[in-house]
């Protein structure tokens, strides 16, 4: 069994930056692949950005070249590092595995874009 728990967040304003960190717990998280997902208000959760087990990565279209996914298999932590942020960013961010599971979801971290 693994958990999951999201930080990093906060309110920045258009242009700014901030770095996600999930930690998880478990023996076995350096197997899986992880994922970076955002709801924002009134929208479906949705996939940002994914890491595999070996380094792989790829994102969404929209934060293509503005966030980077990572991971420290020996911390058992992936980041998503944000950059050039737009308000259209705005939204709860979650970490879970790549597909996601259900048991998974933690409480996710509020990321806000806004001048």
């Known amino acids: 069994q693994v958990q999951l728990v999201e930080s990093g967040g906060g309110s920045v304003q258009p242009g700014g930056s901030l770095r996600l960190s999930c930690a998880a717990s478990?023996?076995?998280?350096?197997?899986?692949?992880m994922g970076w997902y955002r709801q924002a208000p009134g929208k479906q959760r949705e996939l940002v950005a994914a890491?595999?087990?070996?380094?792989?990565?790829n994102y969404a279209d929209s934060v293509k070249d503005r966030f980077t996914i990572s991971r420290d298999n020996a911390k058992k932590t992936v980041y998503l590092q944000m950059n050039s942020l737009k308000p259209e960013d705005t939204a709860v961010y979650y970490c879970n595995r790549r597909p996601a599971r259900g048991e998974y979801w933690g409480q996710g971290t509020q990321v806000t874009v806004s001048s």
């Open positions: 478990g023996s076995i998280f350096s197997l899986y692949d």
């Open positions: 890491v595999t087990s070996g380094g792989s990565t």
